[in-house]
């Protein structure tokens, strides 16, 4: 096999270049890899927060509770129709008001704005909000009976368990809704207007151009807004930690990371929390692994 030859020039460039990455790859070390390999050595031990005895190594004890644990099956459900509910609405209307903004000849920069104003607040002032909100007496309230002409009824947003997931969902669309339209809205933005001109020429509809020229060619967008979506709901905590803190029942929404803190640092049981942070890791990644897959490929040609 012949030896490839490298100039002096470009093997200065290929230094230079893995100096540049050094310190990211040290961040990423310090702050990424080592809190993963830590977890998951302290899953396999009876490690707690405050004793002064040294960890035990258990093998798989704390996996074996998990599975046989009525409070961690309830957080997958919990984290299951959290994520399913507010996954799917974000990606759905976040496609759909990406292609309605585009559309628009005036107000595109007012309503981009207008969006995506919710997700520069932190999730604990956006739950803090939707707390005053969601009172007996707040605006949600007020709203639903002004519709429905029930004057007075109170919707219970934080007692009745479907209502409390409802209300969890809805402030988390709200949030990021806009976060998610603008990523679309770019990605629109970048499939050439020419192609638009040809589909006009041959004489195609709004709808016809949508679905047979914008979403096919909008494709690694909608992946990308589907995996960082998918990924934001998994790791969901603010809102519900806050609810719970508010008054709400902790059953319903009693997500994996909240059961995570919960287990931590209330209870102090430190392996059995790093496993179940290990188990929310490896359904992280088959997720995302099987996203990435199903797309196929990532790059689309014009």
């Known amino acids: 096999m012949q030896k490839i030859h490298r100039s002096p020039l ?130 949600a309230n007020q709203a639903v009976n002004a519709v429905m002409n029930t004057p007075g009824v109170d919707h219970d947003w934080f007692i009745n368990p479907f209502m409390e997931q409802l209300s969890t969902m809805f402030v988390y669309f709200w949030k990021y809704i806009g976060y998610f339209v603008i990523i679309c809205i770019a990605g629109m933005a970048s499939i050439p207007s020419s192609i638009y001109e040809a589909v006009r020429i041959d004489g195609g509809n709004h709808w016809q151009t949508y679905w047979r020229i914008t979403f096919p060619l909008l494709r690694p967008t909608v992946v990308l807004v589907s995996i960082m979506s998918m990924l934001q709901c998994l790791r969901t905590f603010s809102v519900q930690y806050l609810f719970t803190l508010g008054g709400a029942p902790l059953n319903p929404i009693n997500v994996i990371t909240l059961n995570i803190y919960h287990t931590g640092i209330r209870d102090q049981r430190i392996g059995r929390a790093s496993a179940m942070s290990i188990i929310l890791f490896v359904i992280m990644l088959v997720l995302t692994w099987m996203q990435l897959r199903g797309s196929r490929s990532e790059e689309v040609s014009y």
């Open 10 to 139: 470009k093997k200065q460039q290929d230094r230079w270049g893995f100096a540049f990455a050094v310190p990211a790859l040290l961040f990423f070390s310090v702050f990424s890899f080592y809190p993963i390999l830590n977890a998951l050595y302290a899953s396999f031990t009876n490690k707690q927060a405050l004793s002064l005895n040294p960890p035990r190594f258990i093998g798989f004890g704390n996996y074996t509770y998990l599975l046989t644990s009525s409070t961690f099956w309830n957080s997958m459900r919990a984290t299951a129709v959290f994520t399913l509910g507010t996954f799917s609405a974000l990606v759905i209307v976040s496609l759909l008001l990406s292609a309605f903004i585009s559309g628009l000849r005036r107000g595109k920069t007012f309503l981009q704005m207008a969006y995506y104003s919710p997700a520069v607040l932190s999730s604990v002032v956006a739950a803090t909000i939707w707390l005053l909100i969601f009172d007996p007496r707040g605006l």
